[in-house]
């Protein structure tokens, strides 16, 4: 039975490839960063060319963030495409809360192509291509940090991300993960205090067995890694081996020569 679902699943997938050329042509693609139609010259196939100084500069590297900026337990390796700033924090908040959630799918791109080293798609529109030369999965999963309020589709971000991401490294998305209490806005507190407003806030579904898996756990931004780490937390809990984390970008201090830094709005 599962063979049969794994064959159905891989057939789904190709028809997905093989839509793409057409939706491209129906609904072209736009750049998440300034929103203007993409052109076949776009960087790593999600930028347009004006932008692509602002990513160039903006861009986190290396992609793995440094634990003196964050506070991580039970996550093991935390990465970020991009600092959370300027234009790509503009990007983030338009794809959350003006209604632009198709935006995901370009930063969900950029994602695999810096973090992970897919190789960009060969046209707006297209999908990067992962080559898994090892032939072993990256990870058993991908699981979603849950949104703390749901109001609408594009309030679900990470898991929209996690299913674009999921499609081009092979990689299923699982979603184990719900919130036992309610939960402040991360925003309006001290550091000590987003602590203890995760603390404990998250744990697996009744029935769910995580036994043996490695996970990669998404958000869309990482400030202080308390959500993350309290997400990790669960999900070791409910079973799981490891879980690392990744995001589109990370609150951190951006090195002098990558010039000044937009003030965040989001924290988590």
Not at 103 to 124: H, K, N, S
Not at 256 to 266: F, L, R
Request: proline share 7%; with cysteine.
């Amino acid at each position: 039975m599962k063979q049969r679902k794994r064959i159905s699943l891989d057939w789904l997938d190709r028809g997905r490839t093989a839509l793409e050329p057409l939706l491209a042509l129906a609904y072209p693609r736009h750049c998440p960063l300034c929103g203007t139609v993409l052109e076949q010259s776009a960087w790593k196939a999600a930028v347009c060319r004006s932008c692509i100084p602002e990513a160039e500069r903006l861009r986190h590297l290396p992609p793995r963030l440094p634990v003196t900026e964050h506070a991580f337990y039970a996550v093991n390796t935390c990465a970020a495409a991009f600092y959370y700033a300027d234009s790509v924090r503009h990007a983030i908040l338009l794809c959350k809360e003006n209604g632009n959630p198709w935006y995901a799918r370009e930063l969900a791109d950029l994602m695999a192509v810096l973090i992970f080293g897919a190789q960009p798609a060969r046209a707006p529109g297209y999908r990067p291509v992962y080559e898994n030369l090892s032939g072993i999965s990256l990870y058993s999963a991908i699981v979603p940090v849950p949104p703390r309020v749901k109001k609408n589709r594009a309030e679900n971000m990470p898991l929209l991300l996690a299913q674009r991401l999921g499609r081009i490294l092979h990689i299923p998305v699982i979603q184990p993960l719900c919130l036992t209490r309610q939960v402040l806005p991360q925003k309006s507190l001290d550091q000590q205090k987003r602590f203890a407003n995760v603390k404990d806030a998250y744990a697996c579904r009744t029935g769910v067995d995580l036994s043996g898996m490695r996970l990669l756990l998404l958000d869309d931004v990482i400030t202080t890694g308390t959500t993350i780490s309290a997400c990790a937390k669960a999900l070791l809990e409910g079973g799981a081996v490891s879980v690392d984390g990744v995001c589109v970008a990370a609150t951190e201090l951006m090195p002098k020569s990558h010039g000044a830094a937009g003030t965040p709005k989001e924290s988590k």
